[in-house]
Nanobody, 125 residues
Framework: QVQLVESGGGLVQAGGSLKLSCAAS????????MGWFRQTPGKEREFVAS????????YYASSVKGRFTVSRDNAKNVVYLEMNNLRPEDTAVYYC??????????????????WGQGTQVTVSS
């Protein structure tokens, strides 16, 4: 399995920006689709964005489309989530995840085998 470590979370005012990174170890990163999910206390983890192993297929949740951008650098084993025009409702713990051995990208949480520990994003109003 690929091991994942997120970073880049923090406290930001509404309208601000943050860029999350997810560093992967292991040789399977380049053959894995990557996803970003988020979770707030008492709620289920929800899909944010996903990107195929080639970067050619990208999906976004409707709540973040136009504000968030997912990208990856297979040479560095890193996937990014750039978040702009942040809103208080974006406050959550953000997780990256790997779906190994697929050529597509998925919004389904159950497809992802490996998960990071999460990074907190807090947006103040």
């Amino acid at each position: 399995q690929v091991q994942l470590v997120e970073s880049g979370g923090g406290l930001v005012q509404a309208g601000g920006s943050l860029k999350l990174s997810c560093a992967a170890s292991g040789r399977t990163f380049s053959t894995s689709a990557m996803g970003w999910f988020r979770q707030t206390p008492g709620k289920e983890r929800e899909f944010v964005a996903s990107i195929s192993r080639s970067g050619g297929i990208i999906y976004y949740a409707s709540s973040v489309k136009g504000r968030f951008t997912v990208s990856r650098d297979n040479a560095k084993n890193v996937v990014y989530l750039e978040m702009n025009n942040l809103r208080p409702e974006d406050t959550a713990v953000y997780y990256c995840a790997a779906d190994q051995g697929t050529t597509g990208a998925s919004a389904q949480l159950s497809r992802y085998e490996s998960w990071g520990q999460g990074t907190q994003v807090t947006v103040s109003s």
